[in-house]
């Protein structure tokens, strides 16, 4: 590690605002406290400044039944014209995106022009006879013509179900009949790492297992030779030639259904999340402004997450647009056709604001810094994390490399469920410490609760919850009432509890412990399991880390840990020694791995999220779960050989 590394890990982490966002702190002094003496004052004041609504509401919370609340409830208002139509008369002719396509092909296209390709494709679902609350899934890569159904959907009061493009048909059928849509919008193949995903003959298996299934809609993106049906099978390009640009949107009322987007069900059957329209705008709109300190005029913005997760639906699509933001899509793998693509992306349109997960800046420091040393990046001013809390050790190496020390990073914390950012630094109005998300979002109200269900007075760990509702959170699991209250509602009566530990510092930051069921017990005491994974990931030689709790006659649990290594490094005993010591030394002895094993991998979904479920498997000797949601099934037999082998045992 650099010595400018080092002294940036030192034991007082902590970063002031940056110079440049002084006036946007001094604009926004006071907001936390004005939100906290009227919250609902605070969410109807941004409902109404920042949304286009054809009837205003009156009502801001509906709290006569809950734990099933209602936001905006008598207003009326259309996403669709939000993110569009409204802008075209200054602003048509602004970029709304810039597309980039793995082979190298690209496309820009401006808000007139998404106006335009979103009428169409509207006017050609109305030919197929679809109706206001049809369900609708969309099963695509990263093309615009994602963003396009889905804000076709929205203008005509469908309800999109997006499902990764890089699930199974298993996992497509399964959403389609939990959901009971009419048709599927995909295409014919994507490009991914070099090759084609076969996305037309995944969802032809899909629909064979779905009857209800009327019409494929079908994206011409590769050459490849697919198979269409007779009448249920539409080429995207047919269905939209001599429609109309023209389509009016449909006035819904704010708590009709906008989406359903179902979790990645690495446990148990999949939660269909059901968002509704006024209060998940609200909220969306209202967080990406803030927390990404956006300039409509002059921000070029990429979210590199995909949109067919959460963060893609709100800050690639409906936040940015209805913030007239120029945003960037990029199709493809982040290594291909090599370790610079990125940052290539980067220089090429000159992005001011990169949002990214914790696992992709964990790759590119495993990838090598003379990857990014290459290309010129001073172009961005903010940076972001999601998904996951970021080990100390990435953030920095982030801020130092990506950032070149001059760009805030706002460590944002949220999920599915709760539609929108909720814990979050906001850029010049704090200092931020490395693997702290800091404070709540304006609005919203957290708290750190024992098993009780008592605060936890600061310093101190226990479960996160949220205590007040808030204007885009899940109204329900699609179908079933009863298992939502159940997951989300039960734990801790009267509060919300997202299934996170945490812990808040001295100062009252909030620093996420990841998922409770990755607490472990060892010997009495509550060891975090990201604790760990950042401690090993700050030793130089590891890139990341995953660590389970597996069971131990004498102390309960006993820590494994599983570690991929930085290029050129050589796993052996004398390292493996050093690790041990290097957790001991950062978090007590009690921490120490009783076993490693060096792997060149992790097991990982296709959207990243390691699978600590199937680590558990291996390290307890069990039979293996599902890896039908792997990106990488062929590593978990590798690590288990290696398990097996005792070797990494130390």
């Not at 003496?37 to 400044?49: I, K, S």
């Not at 959901?179 to 014919?188: A, L």
């Not at 949002?355 to 990046?377: C, N, S």
């Not at 410490?433 to 957290?446: D, L, V, Y």
């Amino acid at each position: 590690m650099s010595k400018a590394l080092e002294n940036l890990l030192r034991e007082d982490r902590k970063f002031e605002p940056s110079p440049q966002f002084t006036a946007q702190a001094n604009a926004r002094s006071g907001i936390h406290e004005e939100a906290d003496a009227d919250y609902q004052g605070f969410w109807h004041r941004q409902a109404l400044e920042r949304i286009s609504w054809y009837k205003e509401p009156t009502q801001v919370l509906d709290d006569s039944n809950p734990p099933f609340f209602k936001w905006f409830s008598d207003g009326e208002l259309n996403l669709s014209y939000n993110c569009l139509d409204r802008h075209l008369e200054s602003h048509g002719d602004q970029v709304a995106y810039h597309w980039v396509g793995e082979p190298g092909d690209t496309r820009s296209l401006t808000y007139a022009d998404l106006h335009a390709e979103v009428g169409r494709f509207a006017n050609g679902l109305k030919s197929l006879g679809l109706e206001k609350g049809d369900r609708v899934a969309i099963y695509m890569g990263m093309i615009p013509e994602l963003p396009i159904a889905m804000l076709a959907c929205a203008r005509l009061g469908l309800v999109h179900l997006v499902v990764f493009g890089g699930f199974s048909s298993e996992a497509l059928a399964s959403r389609i009949l939990d959901s009971d849509c009419r048709i599927v919008i995909t295409q014919d193949g994507a490009w991914r790492g070099g090759k084609v995903v076969p996305l037309k003959a995944n969802t032809d298996l899909s629909v064979v297992q779905t009857p209800g299934i009327e019409h494929v809609i079908v994206v011409r993106r590769t050459d490849n030779e697919v198979a269409m049906m007779d009448g249920r099978d539409i080429w995207w390009h047919d269905l939209v030639e001599g429609q109309s640009t023209q389509c009016d949107p449909v006035a819904l009322n704010a708590e009709d259904p906008l989406y359903i987007l179902y979790t990645s069900g690495t446990t148990g059957k999949p939660k269909g999340i059901v968002h509704t329209q006024g209060g998940y705008l609200t909220s969306v709109v209202t967080t990406h402004s803030f927390v990404f300190d956006i300039k409509p005029d002059s921000d070029v913005y990429w979210c590199a997450a995909d949109i067919g997760w959460v963060t893609g639906h709100s800050y690639i699509v409906y936040g940015p647009l209805a913030n007239r933001t120029t945003g960037v899509m990029y199709e493809g793998a982040p290594n291909f056709p090599d370790f610079s693509r990125f940052w290539q992306i980067i220089e090429d349109y000159k992005i001011t604001i990169f949002y990214t997960a914790p696992t992709a800046i964990r790759a590119f420091m495993k990838w090598g810094d003379e990857h990014v040393a290459k290309h010129d990046l001073t172009s961005l001013r903010l940076l972001g994390t999601v998904g996951e809390p970021i080990n100390p050790e990435a953030w920095i190496w982030y801020h130092h490399n990506i950032g070149n020390e001059n760009c805030p990073i706002v460590d944002t914390w949220w999920q599915t469920e709760t539609g929108s950012i909720m814990i979050t630094p906001l850029p010049g109005a704090i200092a931020t410490k490395p693997g702290s998300a800091t404070m709540p979002f304006p609005g919203i109200a957290a708290d750190v609760v024992d098993e009780e269900g008592r605060s936890v007075p600061l310093g101190g760990g226990g479960f996160l919850t949220i205590t007040k509702p808030w204007p885009s959170m899940a109204r329900t699991i699609y179908g079933d009432d009863q298992r939502y209250i159940d997951t989300y509602w039960t734990r801790f009566p009267g509060s919300y509890f997202p299934g996170d530990g945490c812990k808040r510092d001295e100062e009252g930051y909030y620093w996420l412990l990841g998922r409770v069921d990755d607490i472990m017990l060892v010997a009495g005491h509550n060891i975090s399991t990201t604790e760990v994974e950042s401690a090993l990931v700050s030793h130089p030689s590891v890139a990341e880390a995953a660590v389970v709790g597996r069971k131990d006659e004498l102390t309960g649990q006993a820590i494994a840990a599983f570690v991929t290594l930085r290029a050129s490094v050589e796993g052996d005993e004398a390292l493996l020694g050093q690790l041990r010591d290097h957790v001991a030394t950062t978090l007590g002895p009690i921490a120490k791995p009783a076993s490693i094993v060096f792997t060149n991998d992790l097991p990982k979904t296709r959207s990243g999220k390691i699978m600590r479920r199937l680590l558990q498997d291996i390290s307890e000797n069990r039979q293996l779960g599902d890896v039908t949601t792997l990106a990488n099934a062929d590593i978990v037999q590798e690590i288990a050989d290696m398990a097996d082998s005792g070797s990494a045992d130390s």
